[in-house]
T-cell receptor, first 117, second 115 residues
């Protein structure tokens, strides 16, 4: 158990809908990262938050957004869902932001499996 | 951006044999290289990592080597056991256009240890 929690575990929804995925980082970790894992794309970095502020952005679609709250939990919002958005969504956390260029171990949660029908 | 290539995509070994997974990266500024193990239905688990200022790191049956000149790093698992069966991902840190750092992952290696 990494100490990172994610809810819900599974989510089934229809095209065009909007969903919110939730993540709580390990105790003491200030950074939260979101990743998408699909069969054909592997693990893709979406976005990072550090202590409430957006810190880095990867291949995140404009239909997707995220935020980190004062208690450090984070939510990933996916809107206007398409069939291709079906994937596993992982949250990871680390102590540092990584911007100093140093190493920053990331610990992953169990993921949310999103199925868009 | 960074590109990480991982080989092989599948690997089958007999219990007790060694397994080696190799990755190459493109960004010469990369300085952090973690390895993750993902079991079915679970999130990736950090099993070992190496920083660019060392060439090798070992933790019990697992070791990682880094060749900065050739820009490749490898995971070595000795005395494999059935519970080592999983998908293994390598990753490398890289600096994005914004100056921020992120991890990019290899495509994964499915390791099967035959009892």
């Amino acid at each position: 158990d990494s100490g990172v929690t994610q809810t819900p575990k599974h989510l089934i929804t229809a095209t065009g809908q909007r969903v919110t995925l939730r993540c709580s980082p390990r105790s003491g970790d200030l950074s939260v990262y979101w990743y998408q894992q699909s069969l054909d794309q592997g693990l893709q970095f979406l976005i990072q938050y550090y202590n409430g502020e957006e810190r880095a952005k990867g291949n995140i679609l404009e239909r997707f957004s995220a935020q980190q709250f004062p208690d450090l939990h984070s939510e990933l919002n996916l809107s206007s869902l398409e069939l291709g958005d079906s994937a596993l969504y992982f949250c990871a956390s680390s102590v540092t932001s990584g911007t100093s260029g140093g190493a920053y171990e990331q610990y992953f949660g169990p993921g949310t499996r999103l199925t868009v029908t | 951006g960074e590109n990480v290539e991982q080989h092989p995509s599948t690997l089958s070994v007999q219990e007790g044999d060694s397994a080696v997974i190799k990755c190459t990266y493109s960004d010469s500024a990369s300085n952090y290289f973690p390895w993750y193990k993902q079991e079915l239905g679970k999130g990736p688990q950090l099993i070992i990592d190496i920083r660019s200022n060392v060439g090798e790191k070992k933790d019990q049956r697992i070791a990682v080597t880094l060749n900065k000149t050739a820009k490749h790093f490898s995971l070595h698992i000795t005395e494999t056991q059935p519970e080592d069966s999983a998908v293994y991902f390598c990753a490398a840190s890289f600096t994005m256009d914004t100056g921020r750092r992120a991890l990019t992952f290899g495509s994964g290696t499915r390791l099967q240890v035959q009892p």
